[in-house]
């Protein structure tokens, strides 16, 4: 089975400030990894995605990842934080033809 | 670029009623899934559908819950008697099947709440 764990379920940043959202996954078969957003009684928007391809993944809104296998890890950053970014954020794994099984999620607060 | 849509977007509902929640996901795929959002809470997996059958549920998607694909085009969840601890969002997905399974498109949700 798979798992995910988010750590931090709340991150302050100010407006420019560099963001890190923490991933850790685990999985016992080669994993597919996502990040999604999250905003106010909406839905849920893909930033991006590691399908095993590159390690490093860029997403939209200027959002990246690296996908770490020996640190199980895929931690979501952002150079510079903006107001627009606050909003929640899932990590989700699944392998292929499989559920997906997200993370808690870790609520963005960007202070101006 | 096709997306999965959902309807309705809001319903509201009195305990011990039964509602059904839509989704049209995208035309050519073949993999069905319902997740649920409680408030506050992470997406949970519910159900998924393959084949005209559900090929695995969670321990959430008990005798109350039932799947269909009446049609072509459509992939409904069905609450037969609802319960306050039923609210939530309710998000359906699909996925194309062969070597990209693991992308599923999330819907925008149905936001359901039980009063």
């Known amino acids: 089975a798979q798992s995910v764990t988010q750590l931090g379920s709340h991150v302050s940043v100010s407006e420019g400030a560099l963001v890190l959202l923490r991933c850790n996954y685990s999985s016992s078969v080669p994993p597919y990894l996502f990040w999604y957003v999250q905003y106010p009684n909406q839905g849920l928007q893909l930033l991006l995605k590691?399908?095993?391809?590159?390690?490093l993944v860029k997403g939209i809104n200027g959002f990246e990842a690296e996908f770490k296998k020996s640190e199980t890890s895929f931690h979501l950053t952002k150079p510079s934080a903006h107001m627009s970014d606050a909003a929640e954020y899932f990590c989700?794994?699944?392998?292929?033809?499989?559920?997906?099984?997200f993370g808690s999620g870790t609520k963005l607060n960007v202070k101006p | 670029e096709p997306e999965v849509t959902q309807t309705p977007s809001h319903q509201v509902t009195q305990m011990g009623q039964e509602v059904i929640l839509r989704c049209v996901p995208i035309?050519?795929?073949?993999?069905f899934y319902w997740y649920r959002q409680i408030l506050g809470q992470k997406v949970e997996f519910l159900v998924s559908f393959y084949n005209n059958e559900i090929s695995e549920k969670s321990e959430i998607f008990d005798d109350q819950f039932s799947v269909e694909r009446p049609d072509g085009s459509n992939f409904t969840l069905k609450i037969r008697s609802t319960k306050l601890e039923d609210s939530a969002m309710y998000f359906c997905?699909?996925?194309?099947?062969?070597?990209?399974?693991?992308?599923?498109?999330f819907g925008p949700g149905t936001r359901l709440t039980v009063t």
């Open positions: 989700a794994v699944t392998t292929l033809f499989n559920k997906f099984y």
């Open positions: 035309s050519n795929h073949l993999y």
């Open positions: 590691y399908t095993s391809a590159a390690t």
């Open positions: 997905a699909s996925s194309g099947g062969g070597q990209k399974n693991y992308e599923q498109y």
